[in-house]
């Protein structure tokens, strides 16, 4: 009878070691998750104020091109358009 006492003693701390070996991985790989789960979220949110600051831009430029003024000056330094009848000279020297 005392052998199996023993047998069944040594397999219930065997039992228990490996319970709390899968119980200390668990953890550790929970922790590993979290920290890449953090960082994603900080990436994310760079993104979104990067992308703040691309709508800020955009919407500047939107008001900008409601401008007639900005509007002609871009067409004529941009994309070389004038008015009709309009001779366009360019000093092709350096000076």
Same mark, same amino acid.
């Given at each position: 009878?005392? *052998?199996?006492?023993? *047998?069944?003693?040594?397999?219930?701390?065997? &039992? =228990?070691? #490996?319970? /709390?070996?899968? /119980? =200390?991985?668990? #953890?550790? *790989?929970?922790?590993? %998750? +979290?920290?890449?789960?953090? $960082? $994603? +979220? @900080?990436? +994310?949110?760079?993104? &979104?104020?990067? $992308?703040?600051? /691309?709508?800020? !831009?955009?919407?500047? @430029?939107? =008001?900008?091109?409601?401008?007639?003024?900005? =509007?002609?000056?871009?067409?004529?330094? *941009? #994309? !070389?358009?004038?008015?009709?009848? %309009?001779?366009?000279?360019?000093?092709?020297?350096?000076?």
């Amino acid at each position: 009878m005392a *052998k199996t006492k023993t *047998k069944s003693s040594f397999a219930f701390r065997i &039992c =228990v070691a #490996l319970f /709390a070996v899968y /119980a =200390v991985v668990s #953890l550790v *790989k929970s922790q590993v %998750e +979290i920290a890449a789960m953090e $960082q $994603q +979220i @900080l990436d +994310i949110t760079q993104a &979104c104020e990067d $992308q703040r600051i /691309a709508n800020k !831009d955009i919407e500047r @430029l939107i =008001v900008m091109g409601e401008d007639e003024e900005y =509007v002609e000056r871009i067409a004529r330094e *941009k #994309l !070389d358009y004038g008015y009709p009848n %309009e001779h366009v000279y360019v000093d092709v020297s350096g000076n």
